[in-house]
């Protein structure tokens, strides 16, 4: 990892502020002084500000419920970030796993482990995702078995992986895809001639979401495990 950004995770100072302190000498890399912020260091390495070793902050992981009306970005655009609800220091520091549209409520992942979402969103990674879906018209008996098979979607050269669709009424159905294209249920409904009213997600892998609209919690040490363990 980059200093700057090893010395940002183990104090409370920003990017700017910590190169800064960087640039001024302030920071030894093994008893050298290091000036220049993208020296790329590592956990152990012995790193000391003003005389005072830093130690790296464990990473953090966290499970959230998302409103509608709110998008999976850093900042404010359109809609709010979804962040305006995690209120944990150095949130600027975090990202989002395997985003959801505005539209779209439910379980998103949220880490400062680049290493760990990647391995989550990864195309080899079969990690499963289940969307609790609502439809404009009732479901067709052929629809399941499209799923299952995969489908073209428009503009895309590769069938879809096999999707598990189940049916709960006429126009309500859970269905579960192991892939993260880009509004990819919407477009699963569109090449099959029917539309997604309501779009919520319950789970990702064996986590399933738990705490209400707005809220969040971190993840368990076996959650966290889980979804790369694949
Ligand atoms: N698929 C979509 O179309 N939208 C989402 O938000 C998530 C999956």
């Known amino acids: 990892m980059r200093l700057d950004k090893f010395v940002c995770k183990s104090t409370e100072l920003t990017r700017h502020e910590a190169i800064v302190k960087i640039n001024e000498g302030a920071v030894c890399v093994n008893e050298k002084v290091t000036t220049n912020e993208a ?18 902050r464990d990473f953090r992981y966290i499970l959230m419920h998302k409103p509608a009306g709110t998008i999976c970005s850093n900042i404010d655009e359109m809609y709010p970030s979804l962040f305006n609800y995690v209120d944990v220091e150095n949130v600027s520091e975090l990202h989002i796993a395997g985003r959801l549209d505005a539209d779209t409520t439910g379980l998103v992942l949220i880490t400062d482990d680049g290493r760990w979402s990647f ?10 995702k289940t969307y609790r879906v609502g439809l404009s018209k009732a479901i067709t ?5 499209k799923f299952k098979q995969g489908l073209k979607l428009q503009g895309e050269q590769q069938f879809t992986r ?3 669709l189940e049916v709960i009424s006429s126009k309500e159905v ?16 569109s090449a099959v001639g029917n539309r997604v009213m309501s779009l919520h ?13 707005g809220h969040w919690r971190y993840l368990t040490r076996d959650e966290i495990h889980s979804l790369t363990k694949r």
Not at 119 to 128: E, M, Q, V
């Open 39 to 56: 020296t790329q260091v590592h956990e152990n390495n012995a790193i000391v500000l003003n005389g005072i070793r830093l130690k790296a």
């Open 119 to 128: 391995g989550i969103t990864a195309p080899n990674n079969k990690c499963g």
């Open 141 to 145: 008996d052929d629809v399941a078995i």
């Open 162 to 164: 096999p999707a598990k």
């Open 174 to 189: 859970l269905l579960t895809i192991t892939e993260g294209k880009f509004h990819q249920v919407k477009r699963m409904f």
């Open 201 to 213: 997600r319950e789970a990702i892998g064996d986590i399933f979401l738990d705490v209400e609209v």
